[in-house]
């Protein structure tokens, strides 16, 4: 790795700072190699701050940037390093890398690409993996996005520099009717990832939004997943999931337009915090490499990541409208017009195993959907 890369690498790692000299000893470099460094991170928009006597400190920057995410996906790799085990000890458990993703230090820049502008980066994806030469666990990122696409039809609100957005290739290797749970997996990424950089709870309204709670205590959505199927042209089967995410980073109520405003929310306003959208990206797909590598043909896999699902699951027990097919509109349970779409009124009774909605009507009948949308009843 150039010195560059290692200093960002250091800085990335370190909460306090570091001094010059430290760094170079580290690095085996002279300390002006480390000035250079640090002169041409600034030059990229590395906010890097420095006082005398204590050294340099990476603060937070909304650059966009892969080697960003990828310093903090190795910084997440080794905190998550298990334990050697003493003597006849348990196996480690969790294993990078795994079903051909590269995990190993220095490997991840290469499958992340950051665009600075793109109509969507699921099409982006979709169109590179048409013409073949992308792996599972490539990630497209891109600052804003033109065209951005929301589920069943709609569009998907990108204002550069306010929000992430990235797609995420995936190899199935199970049958597509197992299509909701990978979508559910992708929700629970999102949610240990949103945690895990805010400290707050995330919460999932089926099957795919991500919600926070505003200071009212209401929750608003703050995020949504789309997972698209890619047909390879010539054999008709689908040969790869792309799994799109959005979610709100920064940005108040006056950035978001009229029609979502006051269901929407971003996860700085939710939580009083700033957020780094590199540490962001890196701790969803960092989580999303272990969801995709499970086994969704194993009965207690599919059981253990449903009881997760159902712990951020905001709808059990609630009263619900279910959109049989709300195809179209303008947003979750609005027309064109913004006015209500006609929903039926259910209470939903559980997440099934495959990830369904299991709901009971107001006659006591019950029905499981697997597709469709649903409005939280006040
Ligand atoms: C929804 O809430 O309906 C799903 C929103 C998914 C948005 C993301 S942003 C990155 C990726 N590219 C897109 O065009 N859409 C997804």
């Not at 790692?13 to 190699?33: D, F, H, I, K, W």
């Not at 896999?301 to 509109?329: F, Q």
Request: aromatic share 4%; net charge negative; proline share 4%.
């Amino acid at each position: 790795m150039a010195v560059r890369d290692d200093v960002l690498q250091i800085l990335s790692e370190r909460e306090t700072a570091v001094s010059g000299e430290e760094m170079a000893q580290m690095l085996s470099v002279s300390r002006a190699a480390v000035w250079k460094a640090i002169n041409s991170l600034r030059g990229e928009g590395y906010n890097i701050s420095a006082a005398t006597n204590r050294g340099y400190q990476l603060c937070e920057s909304n650059v966009l940037s892969a080697r960003m995410i990828a310093a903090h996906m190795r910084s997440i790799s080794e905190r998550r390093l298990p334990e050697p085990p003493a003597g006849d000890g348990e196996p480690p458990h969790f294993v990078h890398g795994a079903h051909g993703v590269p995990g190993v230090h220095g490997e991840e820049d290469s499958r992340l690409q950051v665009l600075g502008s793109v109509d969507s980066t699921n099409e982006e994806l979709k169109r590179q993996a048409a013409l073949g030469g992308v792996e599972a666990g490539a990630v497209v990122l891109a600052d804003e996005q033109t065209a951005g696409k929301g589920r069943l039809g709609r569009g998907f609100h990108s204002p550069g520099s306010l929000g992430l957005y990235m797609s995420y290739l995936m190899k199935p290797r199970c049958d597509l009717s197992r299509a909701l749970l990978i979508t559910a997996g992708a929700a629970v990424a999102c949610a240990r990832a949103v945690r895990s950089v805010t400290g707050k709870p995330a919460a999932v309204k089926w099957v795919n939004d991500i919600y926070m709670k505003s200071a009212a205590d209401e929750y608003r959505k703050a995020g949504g997943i789309l997972t698209e199927a890619v047909t390879n042209f010539e054999s008709g089967h689908i040969d790869s999931v792309i799994i799109g995410i959005g979610i709100n980073c920064t940005g108040v109520e006056d950035d978001l337009p009229e029609d979502i405003r006051g269901r929407a929310i971003s996860l700085a306003s939710s939580t009083g915090k700033n957020v780094d959208r590199n540490r962001l990206a890196a701790e969803i797909i960092k989580e999303l490499d272990e969801i995709t590598a499970l086994d969704y043909d194993d009965e207690p896999v599919r059981r253990t990541l449903i009881d997760e699902y159902k712990k951020y699951s905001v709808v059990t027990g609630r009263d619900v409208l279910i959109h049989k097919n709300a195809y179209g509109g303008a947003g979750p349970g609005l027309d064109d017009g913004g006015d209500p779409l006609p929903g039926i009124a259910a209470r939903v009774l559980d997440i099934t195993a495959d990830g369904g909605l299991h709901v009971a009507y107001p006659d006591g009948a019950e029905e499981i959907f697997t597709t469709g949308e649903i409005t939280l009843r006040i």
